[in-house]
């Protein structure tokens, strides 16, 4: 069975992400809209911050441990204090950040990069204790192809840019459902 979120649900997860880090921001308790069912199913997701249009943030888990909506606002604060490739975001950023929510599917082991379609999936490359992802998005957003992404998800986990064709390598895809304020 697919799993569907609503417009309406959208909003109230999107509305949450940016409740969580106003409320840490102004050092307040954070009010939230009550999850719906949907909500509190468990899924893997990502937060992703942007500041006019570049990476400000984005932390997230590939495998979901927690109900979505409490995902969300863990990753929200993530993204927003913890992305070490960020410092963590002041209060006067707030208002010019856009947040963009990735609801991610369980993840599937292919055997082959002929199997990874760009702009439908994520990828995530393991190898001994090291590893690294791109989400659906990010192959269409750079322009790559399946060997550019493989190269730069090599890249970006500390791996030389051939190593997904190591014995050792494991390769997984998963989908997204993508949304954020912008769109």
């Given at each position: 069975?697919?799993?569907?979120?609503?417009?309406?649900?959208?909003?109230?997860?999107?509305?949450?992400?940016?409740?969580?880090?106003?409320?840490?921001?102004?050092n307040r308790k954070a009010v939230y809209t009550?999850?719906?069912?949907?909500?509190?199913?468990?899924?893997?997701?990502?937060?992703?911050?942007?500041?006019?249009?570049?990476?400000?943030?984005?932390?997230g888990n590939l495998i979901g441990v927690k109900p979505l909506y409490a995902t969300i606002r863990e990753m929200a604060l993530a993204s927003a204090f913890d992305d070490p490739r960020f410092p963590p975001l002041s209060k006067?950023?707030?208002?010019?950040?856009?947040?963009?929510?990735?609801?991610?599917?369980?993840?599937?082991?292919?055997n082959s990069i002929d199997e990874i379609k760009i702009g439908e999936h994520g990828i995530l490359l393991k190898m001994g204790f090291s590893s690294a992802t791109f989400l659906p998005q990010v192959a269409v957003e750079q322009k790559w192809g399946v060997k550019e992404l493989m190269e730069n998800v090599c890249f970006k986990a500390g791996m030389d840019v051939n190593s997904w064709k190591a014995p050792d390598a494991e390769l997984f895809v998963y989908s997204a459902i993508v949304f954020g304020e912008k769109q």
């Amino acid at each position: 069975m697919e799993f569907v979120i609503t417009e309406e649900e959208k909003k109230i997860l999107l509305e949450s992400a940016r409740e969580t880090i106003a409320a840490k921001l102004e050092n307040r308790k954070a009010v939230y809209t009550p999850a719906t069912k949907t909500l509190e199913a468990i899924n893997g997701a990502f937060v992703t911050l942007h500041k006019f249009g570049q990476l400000r943030g984005c932390i997230g888990n590939l495998i979901g441990v927690k109900p979505l909506y409490a995902t969300i606002r863990e990753m929200a604060l993530a993204s927003a204090f913890d992305d070490p490739r960020f410092p963590p975001l002041s209060k006067k950023e707030l208002e010019e950040i856009d947040i963009e929510i990735s609801v991610l599917s369980p993840l599937k082991k292919i055997n082959s990069i002929d199997e990874i379609k760009i702009g439908e999936h994520g990828i995530l490359l393991k190898m001994g204790f090291s590893s690294a992802t791109f989400l659906p998005q990010v192959a269409v957003e750079q322009k790559w192809g399946v060997k550019e992404l493989m190269e730069n998800v090599c890249f970006k986990a500390g791996m030389d840019v051939n190593s997904w064709k190591a014995p050792d390598a494991e390769l997984f895809v998963y989908s997204a459902i993508v949304f954020g304020e912008k769109q």
